[in-house]
T-cell receptor, first 113, second 116 residues
Framework: DAGVTQSPTHLIKTRGQQVTLRCSPISGHKSVSWYQQVLGQGPQFIFQ???????GRGNFPDRFSARQFPNYSSELNVNALLLGDSALYLC????????????FGPGTRLLVL | AQSVTQLGSHVSVSEGALVLLRCNYS??????LFWYVQYPNQGLQLLLK??????LVKGINGFEAEFKKSETSFHLTKPSAHMSDAAEYFC??????????????FGQGTILTVHP
């Protein structure tokens, strides 16, 4: 079975621009979480979505938003990019009956210049 | 709020030696605990998890961890290191529910180097 997939793999943007990152969960998984991993640090929780609704939110500004589609895929949007948004963005999916185990995708590496 | 502290940002061992990566957590409710491994330019791979039940948990690639409530610890061990174990390791805690729904809180990570 395919794991969690993310696109694009790499992205370069300039300050002030907007970016959209995409995630497809493991087949049968209904929940998607997003994390930001800045170089040299552990991942930080941004959002969790389940059945198209936001179910959890981390300490990130309103420039960060997300949504989940009927097929359970998800998009993360970041507006007004700052240099500090440069990071690896990880998506994880969860099988709700085993909701504590999150399976991660390979990530999207975003560089903001 | 929960937190995780990984003692030692870098650990270096010889091939065949014991691997010990330390993790302490803070949680006001019974936690779920995880170890993930990250190879360069890749995502996170689940090594093992503790939810309830047996406190000694066995994972993939010969790793195991023991949940010690009295010490609030969840240290990761492997009896004999292999070159392929070189990677960054993350300890994480989840308590679920409320605004923490689906939230994993990670430590800062420990980079494991294995020398021939």
């Amino acid at each position: 079975d395919a794991g969690v997939t993310q696109s694009p793999t790499h992205l370069i943007k300039t300050r002030g621009q907007q970016v959209t990152l995409r995630c497809s969960p493991i087949s049968g998984h209904k929940s998607v979480s997003w994390y930001q991993q800045v170089l040299g640090q552990g991942p930080q929780f941004i959002f969790q979505y389940y059945e198209k609704e936001e179910r959890g939110r981390g300490n990130f500004p309103d420039r960060f938003s997300a949504r989940q589609f009927p097929n359970y895929s998800s998009e993360l949007n970041v507006n007004a990019l700052l240099l500090g948004d440069s990071a690896l963005y990880l998506c994880a999916s969860t099988l709700m009956r085993d909701q504590e185990t999150q399976y991660f995708g390979p990530g999207t590496r975003l560089l903001v210049l | 709020a929960q937190s995780v502290t990984q003692l030692g940002s870098h650990v270096s061992v010889s091939e065949g030696a014991l691997v010990l990566l330390r993790c302490n957590y803070s949680s006001s409710v019974p936690p779920y605990l995880f170890w993930y491994v990250q190879y360069p330019n890749q995502g996170l791979q689940l090594l093992l998890k503790y939810t309830t039940g047996a406190t000694l948990v066995k994972g993939i690639n010969g790793f195991e961890a023991e949940f010690k409530k009295s010490e609030t610890s969840f240290h990761l061990t492997k009896p004999s290191a292999h070159m392929s174990d070189a990677a960054e390791y993350f300890c994480a805690v989840s308590v679920g529910g409320g605004t923490s729904y689906g939230k994993l809180t990670f430590g800062q990570g420990t980079i494991l180097t294995v020398h021939p």
